[in-house]
């Protein structure tokens, strides 16, 4: 199950670090604003983003969480 979780987040970090850069803002200022460190933000190998972590980046971006977790329609 783990590796059917790996495979459904390909492409996350990826997709989230480019919504950041494209509206113009940085990992610390969007960290910031959700009220978490900078690191959550930071790719690791395998890693994962909990679910109202990631509902505050959406939150913050105002992007879709299908478009950062699965490459989706839903960016805005």
Avoid: H
């Amino acid at each position: 199950m783990k590796e059917q979780n790996i495979a459904l987040l390909d492409g996350f970090w990826d997709r989230l670090e480019d919504t950041i850069y494209s509206k113009n803002r940085t990992k610390v200022d969007v960290a910031k604003q959700c009220g978490f460190e900078r690191k959550v933000l930071n790719r690791r190998k395998n890693s994962y983003i909990i679910l109202p972590y990631l509902a505050r980046v959406c939150s913050a971006l105002n992007v879709s969480a299908d478009y950062l977790l699965f490459s989706e329609e839903g960016r805005v």
